[in-house]
């Protein structure tokens, strides 16, 4: 079955910087769109970024451009998100997930698979 699990969310002060990874097993990884997405508390789950696998064309969230990079290693079934200058309104679970499809890349229903999520929590 698929799986998605991300690792390196914490704590870390405005400012900061994080690195998210997310391995991925029981899908062909290099054939799938990869984005990540992050839920605050009491708000509806939103885009960050995503990777377009033809091409390896990247998109991101106005919020996040110019602060956060997202990466896939094929060889390693693995996607990341770096994360610098971080902000206290970054606060969120960041989830990674796998679709299919090239269709709406930004919103959650185009999505096939999705993690657990990881906590990534900046102090002001």
């Known amino acids: 079955q698929v799986q998605l699990v991300e690792s390196g969310g914490g704590l870390v002060q405005a400012g900061g910087s994080l690195r998210l990874s997310c391995a991925a097993s029981g899908l062909t990884f290099s054939t799938y769109i990869m984005g990540w997405f992050r839920q605050a508390a009491g708000k509806e789950r939103e885009f960050v970024a995503v990777?377009?696998?033809?091409?390896?064309?990247?998109y991101y969230a106005d919020s996040v451009k110019g602060r956060f990079t997202i990466s896939r290693d094929n060889a390693k079934n693995t996607l990341y998100l770096q994360m610098n200058s971080l902000k206290p309104e970054d606060t969120a679970v960041y989830y990674c997930?796998?679709?299919?499809?090239?269709?709406?890349?930004?919103?959650?229903?185009?999505?096939?698979?999705w993690g657990q999520g990881t906590q990534v929590t900046v102090s002001s």
């Open positions: 997930a796998a679709a299919r499809l090239q269709i709406d890349f930004t919103t959650p229903d185009a999505y096939d698979y």
């Open positions: 990777n377009i696998w033809s091409g390896g064309s990247t």
